[in-house]
């Protein structure tokens, strides 16, 4: 079975300290591999999306940034956080399936930048 | 463009039904979904829905619809306080990838 893992699960950062949160997931290959981002009380914003190693797509400009060094491994990263990256981040992935398409999200990680 | 919409608070007495609608926009999506957000936690998916399907049932979820409104709905029968959390509508569409659009979410309080 597929399994998503995210850490850390909270973070408390300083505003302008660098960021890194790392996403892994188990049990499939080549999954599409997405970065919400859900600020509180709010819905989810969609911030990268990759289809493959090393592709990454950006849905908003802004302080972040993602790579995809391993086919099931995706990291969101920030040279210098904000405090408007507050928020809670959400890792998904997914695959096409008999024409369907299913997102599966990872625990979240709670960012407070002070 | 896509737009997904759904109502922000709903309440309801436990025991009682809860009905959460959602409507979207884009005629050409294949799957609408559900998902369920308890608080502090990831998305959790409920249960979807084929566009050429009008119900399905499983359990105490009921998905209903309504292609030609383009309107989804999440009916929970005998509402139970563990139902409490968000509720995210979302849809894909045919093309595979950035294509899958969420609602906003509802937040669902269920009251003793």
């Known amino acids: 079975s597929q399994t998503i893992h995210q850490w850390p699960a909270t973070l408390v950062q300083p505003v302008g300290s660098p960021l890194s949160l790392e996403c892994t997931v188990e049990?499939?290959?080549?999954?599409?591999l997405y970065w919400y981002r859900q600020a509180a009380g709010r819905g989810l914003q969609l911030l990268f999306y990759?289809?493959?190693?090393?592709?990454i797509s950006s849905e908003v400009p802004q302080n972040l940034s993602a790579s995809r060094p391993q086919d099931r491994q995706f990291i969101l990263s920030s040279k210098k956080l904000l405090l408007s990256d507050s928020g809670f981040y959400l890792c998904?992935?997914?695959?096409?399936?008999?024409?369907?398409?299913?997102?599966?999200f990872g625990p979240g990680t709670r960012l407070l930048v002070l | 463009g896509e737009d997904v919409e759904q109502s922000l608070f709903l309440s309801v007495r436990e025991g009682d039904s809860s009905v959460i609608n959602c409507t979207y926009t884009?005629?050409?999506?294949?799957?609408l979904y559900w998902y369920k957000q308890e608080p502090g936690a990831g998305l959790q998916l409920l249960t979807y829905?084929?566009?050429?399907?009008d119900m399905k049932q499983d359990q105490r979820l009921t998905v209903l619809l309504n292609k030609k409104d383009k309107h989804l709905s999440l009916r929970i029968a005998d509402t139970q306080t563990g139902d409490s959390a968000i509720y995210f509508c979302?849809?894909?569409?045919?093309?595979?990838?950035?294509?899958?659009?969420f609602g906003p979410g509802t937040r669902l309080s269920v009251l003793p």
């Open positions: 998904a992935w997914s695959v096409l399936k008999g024409g369907k398409e299913t997102q599966y």
């Open positions: 049990g499939t290959s080549n999954p599409n």
């Open positions: 990759s289809v493959g190693i090393g592709q």
């Open positions: 884009d005629s050409s999506s294949t799957y």
């Open positions: 829905i084929f566009s050429n399907m």
């Open positions: 979302a849809e894909s569409m045919q093309n595979y990838g950035q294509n899958f659009v």
